[in-house]
């Protein structure tokens, strides 16, 4: 079955330490999303690629980077995480062309500890 | 102007009652309604969406209900089943301009529980 696929599912690191997250699809979508959801919140977006063209909201921490080296991978790299990153991330995909367009797709999150 | 409001915060039903989720938007830019159902460690999973172009989509047991001029949308669930308790989204999102392909703004979410 075509998915978006995460790993890991549990992420414990240490404070200061950096993290690397991932995702890959073979949904063959050329938009891929990161969110971060903290606990009763929703999924509050972070970056999105469309192809390779990368886009930060405006209040996304530099602390936050991501790359994406094919249509199929993006990955999350957190270089200093702090306490308060601490959340539940999540990697979506869409497609921009074709109906339904923008429905997104969610992977299952990566649950991040930081200790 | 971005935001979409949801409520109610939580909601409690019992077992085969109907469940009410209310949501409202201010940027008549947005074209597009989906909502979100998420299980507790679980991504949200698309659950039904809708167009502006029409006022009512049913899925199953799930009905968006969509009214334009007063920009609002609800979530409507037919008999509702203990498996249905999950925290809900709404989600609005707008044609792709520059950017902003297909970005979401969430509403806040409603947490679901159907009693037995």
């Known amino acids: 079955d075509a998915m978006v696929i995460q790993n890991p599912r549990y992420q414990v690191t240490q404070f200061g330490k950096p993290v690397t997250l991932s995702c890959s699809q073979t949904?063959?979508?050329?938009?891929m999303y990161w969110y971060q959801q903290k606990s009763s919140q929703a999924p509050k977006l972070l970056f999105h690629y469309y192809d390779k063209d990368f886009n930060n909201e405006a209040d996304t921490p530099d602390n936050f980077q991501s790359r994406r080296p094919n249509t199929s991978f993006c990955f999350l790299d957190i270089r200093s995480p702090g306490l308060g990153d601490a959340a539940m991330y999540l990697c979506?995909?869409?497609?921009?062309?074709?109906?339904?367009?923008?429905?997104?797709?969610f992977g299952p999150g990566t649950r991040l500890t930081v200790t | 102007q971005q935001q979409v409001k949801q409520s109610p915060q939580s909601l409690i039903v019992q077992k085969g009652g109907i469940s009410i989720i209310n949501c409202a938007y201010e940027?008549?830019?947005?074209?597009?309604f989906p909502w979100y159902q998420q299980f507790p460690g679980k991504g949200p999973a698309l659950l039904i969406a809708?167009?502006?172009?029409?006022s009512e989509k049913k899925e199953g047991r799930f009905t968006i209900s969509f009214n334009k001029s007063a920009k609002q949308f609800s979530l409507h669930i037919m008999d509702s089943q203990p498996g249905d308790s999950a925290t809900y989204f709404c989600a609005a999102s707008m044609e792709a301009g520059g950017t902003s392909y297909g970005k979401l703004t969430f509403g806040q979410g409603t947490i679901l529980t159907v009693h037995p």
């Open positions: 949904l063959n979508h050329n938009v």
């Open positions: 940027n008549t830019a947005f074209d597009y």
């Open positions: 979506a995909t869409s497609r921009d062309r074709g109906l339904p367009v923008y429905e997104q797709y």
């Open positions: 809708i167009r502006p172009d029409v």
